[in-house]
């Protein structure tokens, strides 16, 4: 069969390697186009991008899709995995079997652009990956096969991604088995009394508000690890809390109380023990609560309150 695959970040280079460990390689990579990066505003490749020039694969970064479909006339099958771009009808016709997806929840929960970030800030017991046909509405392919991932309630979106990719790896190649016998099923339509939806989210959103209860923003504290990070704001002193543990008791929202060698802040029921933070002062590294205690102890004193 002629493959090719469509993906941009790291989740779809763990995808697209399960692929090539499988003897799968693609024809053609679409990956979006480099786009400035850092202070310096240097144009960068996404990972995708590096993954196809080091093993030779022919790779093309269109900045939109329409009138494109002239790249994927020659496939079989188009893979799919967190592209980030939307596929017009044209290009989903164009390979003989259609385009394919692997989307990083079990659908139909979970649909849209932050499935693994929602699972964790609606702490969610089980999640996984669906391997689904592309349609032109969001997320509501049918179904070809789904892999179960159960959650022990400690996982951050860095970890999560890299286990749900993995996953995504082994059984998209499943599926892809079952296409080259031609023995595959045919896919199983979503029940749309069950559709959750799992929207981007914003800079804003990383934002804690203290008047939650504490292991909402736990989860909070985990869904932005490899993101913006969440934080909390000690007048212009921005306050990002990379680690952090529910606490249980009484105690002020947003206020700070000062317990032997560790900060527990107050939320609207029960507390959050702070353990790494990351301060915009000094050289901006992740530090231990100890550390942060012993370098600014004025932000963190007894009874300060956290905006």
């Known amino acids: 069969m002629q493959f090719g695959f469509a993906g941009s ?3 779809a280079v763990t995808v697209l390697d399960a692929m090539l460990q499988a003897a799968r390689v693609p024809n053609i990579i679409l990956t979006q186009p480099p786009r400035a990066s850092g202070r310096r505003r240097m144009k960068k490749r996404t990972p995708v991008h590096d993954m196809a020039l080091e093993r030779g694969i022919e790779v093309a970064t269109p900045t939109k899709l329409k009138n494109q479909e002239h790249l994927l006339a020659k496939l079989d099958l188009l893979v799919v995995a967190a592209y980030g771009l939307i596929l017009p009808r044209a290009v989903l016709d164009a390979p003989r079997l259609g ?10 929960r979970w649909r849209g652009a932050a499935p693994i970030e929602h ?3 609606h702490g969610d017991h089980e999640t996984g990956v669906s ?3 592309i349609v032109p509405k969001l997320d509501a392919g049918p179904v070809y096969q789904t892999a179960k991932l159960s959650l022990r309630g ?3 979106t860095e970890t999560l991604t890299q286990s749900l990719a993995t996953l995504g790896g082994n059984t998209l190649n499943l599926v892809l088995r079952e296409f080259e016998e031609g023995r595959v099923a045919e896919p199983k339509a979503q029940d749309p009394s069950f559709v959750t939806y799992a929207p981007s989210l914003k800079s804003e959103d990383a934002k804690i508000d203290w008047s939650c209860e504490s292991r909402s923003i736990e989860r909070r504290v985990r869904a932005f690890v490899g993101r913006s990070s969440a934080y909390t704001m000690r007048n212009d002193i921005r306050i990002r809390i990379l680690e952090a543990s529910h606490v249980d008791g009484e105690y002020a929202p947003g206020i700070a109380r000062r317990e032997n060698h560790r900060v527990v802040v107050g939320c609207g029921n029960g507390g959050l023990a702070l353990e790494t933070v990351q301060l915009n002062r000094g050289r901006g590294t992740p530090m231990p609560i100890a550390s942060a205690l012993n370098g600014y102890a004025n932000i963190f004193s007894d009874g300060v309150k956290f905006e």
Do not use: G, K, Q
Not at 100 to 105: K, L, T
């Open 99 to 108: 385009c394919i997806n692997v989307h990083a929840s079990l659908l139909p």
């Open 119 to 121: 699972a964790i800030l």
């Open 131 to 133: 391997i689904m046909r």
């Open 9 to 11: 970040p790291d989740f």
């Open 154 to 156: 400690d996982e951050t």
